[in-house]
């Protein structure tokens, strides 16, 4: 008897001892899922107290786009020290269009022929540096800050669809230019945006020179589409990986493109800290149709590098369907083709233009 007695207690404890070991199991298993759900919480309120906090996007208080009086000072503060390095002579204007106050540097001769930039996203007219030296000897620049993205134009309007961009620079180019035809320039969004007004307005433009154009001819690579939403991540560490990866070869090249490449990313993480958020119409692939109906002469640049898309194939699909295009891979870069091949980007747009 005794013997199964302890065999029986030998039974009990070992089943004891299982439940034991799965309570602690199941324990340890709660705790860390509890931890991780803490941690989720913890990263969205910092997310969200990071970008999404402040007053709200259409409120127009004395501070208005900004998030606060002192972001505000900051912010122009330092953009008002980054824009007196301009390289040339310059004249500064605000444009006033229904969707708000429009700014734009101006140099150049006045009687020039005109020629408007338009920035890529996260930036402002100072991301035209490299090249405004160049471009003004021969033209009459309008360097215009984004009316929806970080610099000194004020939008008073929400502008969430491609028309209400296509609209704004409508009207801006005919304020700026009532009597001439402009031609027109824009990098990486700004690009989309021109290719967009060539099948708007084609009666407003000379030439069009898309410069790596977000989206527009295909879509974003997955690889991208990963990296930019990291981006948003609210600290400057994920910002600067981002650009790095996008402007791989300036980032490689030499010291100055290093160094300009930095300044954009202290620029972009002090607009992504001093601005309301808001979210800006996407650049989309403009489709066979669209293409086709651009009328103008156009001349689209991309690296050989680029990241956004294949440049072969995009540089393919535009010379198919554009009906008087001139399509030009730069080697040796990538999204950064203005600042690490400036002079073979130059000379291509000069030469475009007709001004050698």
Sequence with gaps: MSGKNNLNESKTSNKKNIWRIIWKITRYFLYTLGGIFTLVILFALWIYFSIFSGPALMEMNEYHPF???????????????????????????????????????????????????????????????????????HYKV???DNIYDFGKSIYTREMTKTIHMTEWLDELSKILEPERKINLLGLSYGGWVCAEYSAYAPGKLNKVILMAPAATVFNFTPEFI???????????????????????????????????????IENAWLGLRSFKFKQPPPPLVLSDEKLRSVSV????????????????????????LVPDIQTEIIPGCGHDLWIVQKEKVIAKILEFLGKN
């Design 226 to 264: 990963k990296t930019m939403i990291i981006s948003i991540i609210p600290h400057k560490y994920f910002l600067r990986s981002s650009v790095y990866w996008s402007l791989e070869d300036a980032v490689n090249g030499d010291s100055l493109s290093l160094a300009f490449v930095d300044k954009h």
């Design 142 to 144: 309008y360097a215009v």
């Design 297 to 320: 002469p156009v001349l689209f640049l991309v690296g050989e590098n680029e990241k956004l898309y294949p440049a072969e194939s995009a540089a393919k699909r535009m010379s198919e």
């Design 67 to 137: 998030r606060s009086q002192e972001k505000k000072e900051i912010y122009l503060e330092h953009y008002e020290s980054q824009l007196k390095e301009w390289p040339v002579a310059y004249k500064d204007e605000y444009i006033d269009t229904k969707y708000g106050r429009t700014f734009v540097r101006i140099s150049g001769e006045g009687d020039a022929p005109p020629l408007v930039l338009l920035p890529g996203a996260a930036s402002n007219v100072l991301i035209w540096e490299p090249v405004i030296k160049e471009l003004s000897e």
